[in-house]
């Protein structure tokens, strides 16, 4: 059952009401006590299919694993918690590609901008060679990604100050992007004034107005309530983002086979579920979101991508990339540079 914009909205009732870790009571028989951490509101479908993801784990190896779910930057913010999971401090991570690019360089090509129009393409290279590709990359930092990334979706502008409706209303905002080499590079290409902000300080960010806009898919926009700090949303749909959910190997390898195999099956099939649920969302929050005060606008992304063209972004990280990965990238995105 896809999670519809109603489920979420009541979901975030009961998560406002459990906001507390979602710590496990079996903690104290498992053989295998694991912590998984994410920057994720507990209502996002994320932390709901990660909590079904644990029991059915528990369950199915009768009680030898136990995963405790810490949501919402509560193990420290995704920096932090990057360099907690290569540590061993925490197991589990689930972590944009464009912010593990700090660590694997390649891991944030499925974010260069414009490249995906729609969903097909996304899981055509996710699931295909691109993805295989980046998860054998994320493999040589010591790391374990599980087959399936999760969604986070097409991001969107948001604003503070005026609606984006040509890239020239983006020369100078002052807008707050991830921690990520590829999204500070877009956003100066585009003439805007990026700052890279971990997600755990973004509201805060917005509503002292250290910047005045932001970037995210409307499933994290109403999630994270960045509505109540942003008037503006401008439905760009200027990059795909998703989260690979990742193992810290040492831990990973402690795991006998039988129990890896029980694992990695209930976390990706959790992806492939939180998939629907975010794609159902952002294909319907908007009204919700214009509800609760936010003014929408439609921008011509050609427009954008041209800009980009024009400022040499999509040449400079073919050249980062490398030949083979920017094949892989054009495979399913179609030519950009
Ligand atoms: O930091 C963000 O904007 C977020 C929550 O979308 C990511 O984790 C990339």
């Known amino acids: 059952m896809n999670m519809t914009r109603r489920t979420v909205l009541r979901s975030t009732a009961l998560a406002t009401s459990l906001a507390v870790p979602m710590h496990s009571v079996f903690a104290q ?6 912590k998984y951490a994410n920057n994720l509101p ?12 644990a029991d059915a784990i528990r369950t199915e190896t009768n009680g030898r ?64 060679d691109l993805g295989a590709y980046i998860r054998q990359q994320i493999g040589k930092a010591n790391l374990v990604a599980m087959d399936k990334i999760w ?11 005026r609606p984006i409706a040509t890239p020239q209303d983006l020369k100078g905002l002052k807008i707050r992007v991830p921690v ?3 999204w500070t590079s877009m956003f100066k290409a585009l003439d805007a004034a990026p700052t890279s902000i971990n997600f755990a300080e973004v509201y805060s960010a917005l509503q002292t107005k250290i910047v005045d806009g932001q970037e995210n898919p409307l499933a994290i926009i109403a999630t994270a309530k960045l509505y109540e700090v942003q008037k503006y949303c401008s439905l760009s749909n200027h990059m795909w983002d998703g989260f690979w959910f990742l193992a810290n190997r040492r831990a990973w390898e402690k795991l006998p086979a039988d129990l890896q195999t029980i694992v990695a099956k209930h976390i990706n099939g959790a992806a492939v579920k939180e998939r629907a649920d975010v794609a159902e969302l952002n294909a319907n929050l908007q009204q919700e979101l214009a509800g609760k005060g936010m003014t929408f606008n439609q921008p011509n992304g050609t427009l954008f991508r041209d800009q980009l063209r024009k400022a040499g ?7 980062k990339y490398g030949d083979e990965a920017w094949a892989l990238l054009e495979r399913s995105a179609g030519k950009l540079a």
């Open 29 to 34: 028989k498992a053989e295998f006590n694991y």
């Open 151 to 161: 969604d986070n979706g097409f991001r969107q502008i948001t604003s503070s100050s």
């Open 42 to 53: 507990i209502s996002h479908p994320m932390n709901i299919r990660a909590k079904e993801m």
């Open 65 to 128: 694993v136990d995963i405790q779910i810490f949501p919402n930057n509560q193990l420290g913010s995704d920096t932090d918690v990057l360099s907690q999971l290569r540590s061993g401090g925490v197991e589990f991570f689930t972590l944009s590609g464009l912010i593990l690019s700090t660590l694997v360089p390649a891991s944030s090509i499925s974010g260069v901008g414009f490249a995906f129009s729609d969903y097909a393409s996304v899981w055509k290279a996710m699931d295909g």
């Open 180 to 182: 990520s080499p590829l």
């Open 313 to 319: 972004f999509y040449s400079e990280w073919k050249a």
